[in-house]
């Protein structure tokens, strides 16, 4: 079973960096993985992704300002958030995606004040 483990989150202000982390048990070499967020009364919504050869997306809100990679020999993914906004305040979830399985880690909370 794939255990997914964020940390990383906290209270920042406008302006800010926070580096999430998400720790997945087992070889996910191949895994797709992607950082999502939700904020309260909003969807959940995918923030960046990273396929298993390295290729990356980016919602348009935060393009130039979050970098999102991978570290296989760690089973990590990270997500450098720069430059942030109070409207980034949100839940922020990890999430993977092997041979057709899913995975959520437990979410982690970024708060940013202004």
């Known amino acids: 079973q794939v255990q997914l483990v964020e940390s990383g989150g906290g209270l920042v202000q406008a302006g800010g960096s926070l580096r999430l982390s998400c720790a997945a048990s087992g070889n996910m070499n191949r895994a797709y993985f992607a950082w999502y967020r939700q904020a309260p009364g909003k969807q959940r919504e995918s923030v960046a992704d990273v396929t298993n050869s390295g290729n990356t997306n980016y919602v348009d809100s935060v393009k130039g300002r979050f970098t999102i990679a991978r570290d296989n020999v760690k089973n990590t993914v990270y997500l450098q958030m720069n430059s942030l906004k109070p409207e980034d305040t949100a839940v922020y979830y990890c999430?993977?995606?092997?041979?057709?399985?899913?995975?959520w880690g437990q979410g982690t909370q970024v708060t940013v004040s202004s």
């Open positions: 999430f993977a995606r092997l041979y057709g399985l899913e995975y």
